[in-house]
């Protein structure tokens, strides 16, 4: 199945330098974007590092490109984080979300993913880090977004508080600091799902993945609810062991994937086609191309 006139195939992942494939790819051709690419400098052991004073120039043609294939009204969540340099956070994230707005894109929101099992540890002058940030950039200010299918359980906390309301628990309650911002909170009478906020608390993922920075399938499986339908098209740039392809599948999604590493990629291949096997089961619909 095709793609549009793009030479890409969906429903597979390729084994080569993301900006090469990227334009070889017809403009507005995915529905939603989600990668986090090299960190800074961070695993030069382990994973294919940036140096901290290239990084936004790096990036830049990238999501250049991103932002050409991205459908008008997609999204693009970018997971990345500052590492600490000489003592102190580096800026680089920072500059480079101010070019990406110069590029023409829309810094909507930014998501906190808050890594409930990050590694323990001390420093002299700082706690672990236990968040990162995921960026929601747009191309316009009306994007499609499935807000209904991320919805949370109210939570027991209410059945106490909503049991005996008072007056002004019924109307829109100025706020005793007169900022302006009111509640009511007789709102969440006969709801037993709310919207949730944008902090996501997922432990990270570790095992049988065979990365040193694989996010868990939850965190892309989350996105890919809240900015895509059935059928739509997922890219993850930067896929390392097919984390994002993995949660397409399960969410019945087709997805490209780009992957510069050997190893990685054939790790990709095979963690896809696990997964594929399950869901033939169900359905045959997906043929994974390597």
Not at 7 to 29: F, H, P, T, V
Not at 96 to 122: A, D
Not at 243 to 253: C, E, N, Q, S
Request: aromatic share 12%; net charge positive; hydrophobic share 35%.
């Amino acid at each position: 199945m095709g793609m549009g006139r793009s030479e890409l195939k969906i429903d597979a992942i390729y084994q080569n330098d993301c900006l090469k494939m990227l334009k070889k790819m017809n403009s507005n051709s995915v529905h939603f974007i989600i990668t986090s690419p090299p960190y800074a400098d961070n695993r030069k052991t382990t994973y294919e590092g940036i140096p901290i004073k290239n990084y936004v120039e790096w990036f830049l043609p990238i999501s250049k490109e991103l932002k050409r294939v991205l459908k008008t009204n997609g999204s693009f969540i970018l997971n990345i984080k500052e590492r600490t340099i000489n003592g102190e956070r580096g800026t680089y994230v920072l500059e480079l979300i101010l070019e990406m707005r110069k590029q023409g894109w829309l810094w909507t929101e930014e998501y906190v993913w808050h890594k409930r099992n990050s590694f323990p540890g001390k420093w002299p002058n700082r706690f672990r880090d236990a968040w990162e940030r995921c960026l929601h950039f747009t191309k316009q200010k009306k994007f499609k977004m499935y807000q209904n299918t991320v919805m949370i359980p109210r939570g027991n906390w209410a059945q106490k508080r909503l049991k005996n309301l008072s007056n002004t628990d019924l109307i829109r309650d100025e706020s005793k600091v007169k900022s302006g911002f009111g509640k009511n909170v007789s709102n969440w009478l006969e709801r037993d799902f709310v919207y949730p906020t944008n902090v996501l608390h997922m432990a990270t993922e570790c095992a049988n993945v065979n990365h040193s920075a694989a996010f868990p399938v939850s965190l892309p499986e989350w996105f890919i609810k809240l900015f895509t339908k059935k059928d739509d098209v997922v890219l993850d740039p930067f896929i390392g062991s097919g984390t994002t392809a993995i949660a397409a599948i399960k969410l019945h999604r087709h997805f490209i994937g780009m992957e510069q590493n050997k190893k990685y990629y054939k790790h990709a291949l095979q963690r896809i086609k696990e997964i594929g096997k399950e869901v033939q089961k169900q359905k045959k619909r997906y043929k994974i191309t390597a």
